[in-house]
Structures are given as C-alpha cells and as structure tokens.
C-alpha cells in the first residue's frame, strides 16, 4: 500500500472521528445538559393577566428547546390564561394567548353586549372593528312651577345626551345570535356557492369594549330604554 493511499486513509478516519464527536457532543448538549425555561412561581388560574413576576427561571433538559413551550419571561408578559398553569412547569404555548383574541378586546375593557334597533343604530350596519357613540334620548318635563302662569301645564321636551363616546365594536349579531352586518352577506353568499341572493343580517345585538367606568352608565342607559320608554341611540363616531 502506498502513501497516498494510507495518507487517504488516515485522513478519512480523522473526518469520521471528528462528525462522530460532533455528532455526540450534539446530542449529550440536546438529552443531558440543560438551560433555564420560565415557571410558574405557584399555581396560576385561568383568566390571569401574566406578570414577569409570576415567574421565576428553572433548569429544564435541553431536549425541550425545540418543543412548543414559552422559552423567556418577555414572551409572557402580559398574555392572558386559558387554562390554570401549574406552578414549577413550564408552559405549553397553547396555555397563554393575547388578551384580545381570548376574550375580544384588550385586558384593560369590559366586553359588554347590548340589543339595539336596528333603526337607531345606523341601520343595523355596524361592523367589527368600527367605533361608536352611544346617546340616551330621554322625554324631561318642564317645572310648571318655573312659569309666569300658574294655569298653564307642564312641557315635556326631549334631551339627548352622550352616555359613551369612540367605543370598539368587537362582535355584531342578529338577534338569534347569528353573524350580522355588511360581513354577514359575504359569508352566507359564500356558503351558497356564491349566490348573490342573500341579505345581509341586520345588527340587533352589539358587543363593545367599554371602559369599566362607563360600563353601568351604558347598562342604566339599556335598562331606561327598556322600562321607561327612552331610546338607545348608535352613531359611528368621527375616525
């Protein structure tokens, strides 16, 4: 056997030995060494807001670095339970999501919905993702007593008055619950293979993101309106 080939030979085997050394260093790092994952500090309820410090660092196997699990304290903040966390685990990245796309709107609002004629709430035509005012209209009596003539009976006038203003629309239905407004054409037309025969479903029940402030202005308002005669008027507010 000549140099050259012992010289191929022995260089052949250095390259195996240095892929097989590569190739276990790479799996000890994956199967024994470890990294550090955030945890639950304790157990977390569903409906948790997150906070950074809910959390603290623990080693976990490399190996589960390539799975689906939230890997820093910074992917957390501010995500919303679905599910109790239990404390000292990791977490599964379905177990956390976006306040909004949980529960419709952002963390900071109540959702809240209320019915509407479609009449006096831009003819039903509200959608997702607009802004609206809201006003109360109201039948107020004159102070007889505020009259020069004593005889003369009191008046009865009509006032208007701005209960919540540039409110999200996060869901509009019809009152039996199905997909409404301008949207809603597009869908049914979808699931009739493209029939252009389909109404579009009238807006009867609004679901808006409301400041928790303005929240029992708006039910007295709903309620006044059922009880008392008043109305609940819905215009879309000034981009």
Do not use: C, H
């Not at 209209?137 to 209960?163: H, Y």
């Amino acid at each position: 056997m000549n140099r050259t080939v012992q010289f191929l030979i022995g260089l052949l085997a250095i390259g195996l030995a240095v892929a097989a050394g590569i190739y276990g260093r790479t799996t000890y790092l994956r199967e024994v060494s470890t990294y550090q994952v955030p945890v639950p500090a304790a157990d977390i309820p569903a409906y948790t807001v997150l906070d950074p410090s809910m959390f603290q660092m623990r080693d976990m196997p490399r190996a589960l670095e390539s799975l689906p699990y939230f890997q820093t304290v910074e992917d957390l903040d501010g995500l919303i339970t679905n599910r109790p966390l239990p404390g000292g685990l990791p977490v599964p990245g379905s177990s956390a999501v976006p306040a909004a796309s949980f529960r419709l709107a952002d963390a900071a609002y109540e959702v809240v919905s209320i019915p509407v004629d479609p009449v006096s709430a831009v003819g039903g035509q509200v959608q997702i993702g607009q802004r609206v005012n809201l006003y109360r209209m109201i039948t107020a009596e004159s102070d007889p007593n505020q009259s020069t003539d004593g005889a003369k009976p009191a008046q009865r006038s009509i006032q208007v008055e701005m209960i919540a203003e540039n409110v999200l629309v996060v869901d509009v239905r019809s009152s039996q619950g199905v997909k409404a407004g301008p949207d809603s054409q597009e869908t049914q037309a979808t699931g009739a293979m493209g029939s252009n025969s389909q109404q579009a479903e009238q807006v009867q029940i609004l679901t808006l993101a409301l400041e928790p402030e303005t929240v029992r202005k708006v039910l007295d308002a709903v309620a006044s309106s059922k009880k008392q005669g008043g109305l609940l008027w819905t215009t879309l507010a000034i981009p």
